[in-house]
């Protein structure tokens, strides 16, 4: 069987078997969503959020894009950004990279095709114009890429809390607490490196400790 063909069959056991646990499994979902999460991820095939947190449909508002970046022209992230947080909102944001990422590795070593992927990893390159020493400080060549995968987290999510979204949900009270993570493929684990919230000034932010050791 052709290996499209095999997404549609495994589609519809899916159903078949949501429906025979829960007959109203559908109808619910028409209903509408109020996910209590907005996921910020890496496109990166094997990274699943909704898989690796046991997450049915409905928990998990989603912007994934080629090394988790945060770039507040991009009217991508920031139309799901405002739309998760105004108007269903969410109270947590996890912004999650992961080990070995290839849009990273591109980042540090070039090799990215010329073209979109390579315009878009300029914002990647920054991160490694700002923190070259913490990143070189790392001898071996993967867990250099992996360091610099953990300053980026810190770096985007500082940026995701700079956005005028986020600024004015906590200017008015809201609660609403950004995270950042990483997923660890050698084990399957999400580890948190840290968290923002308006009782941290931006600016004091520092890089967080090494997890994907
Ligand atoms: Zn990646």
Not at 15 to 42: H, M, N, T, Y
Not at 132 to 137: C, D, L, M, P, R
Not at 172 to 189: A, E, K
């Amino acid at each position: 069987m052709r290996k499209y063909k095999q997404l549609l069959l495994a589609n519809k056991a899916w159903s078949f078997e949501l429906k025979d646990e829960s007959p109203d499994f559908f109808s619910r979902q028409v209903a509408g969503q109020k996910p209590d999460f907005l996921w910020i991820g890496c496109s990166d095939s094997r990274v699943s959020p909704e898989q690796m947190t046991m997450t049915p449909p409905g928990g998990m508002f989603i912007h994934r894009n080629i090394a988790n970046l945060v770039n507040d022209d991009d009217m991508n992230l920031m139309s799901v950004l405002q739309y998760a947080v105004d108007v269903l909102e969410v109270k947590h944001v996890i912004l999650c990279g992961h080990h070995g990422c290839g849009g990273i590795k591109a980042a540090l070593s070039g090799g990215a095709p010329a073209g979109p992927v390579d315009d878009w990893l300029g914002n990647a390159r920054a991160v490694y114009h700002a923190h070259t020493s913490e990143i070189e400080s790392v001898a071996d060549d993967d867990a250099r890429v992996n360091r610099f995968v953990e300053v980026n987290v810190r770096d985007q999510l500082v940026r995701l809390a700079r956005t005028s979204i986020v600024q004015n949900r906590w200017a008015s009270g809201g609660q609403l607490v950004l995270h950042g993570w990483v997923y660890d493929l050698r084990d399957g684990l999400l580890k948190p490196l840290l968290d923002l919230d308006p009782s941290k000034p931006l600016d004091e932010v520092k890089a967080p400790e090494r997890v994907l050791v």
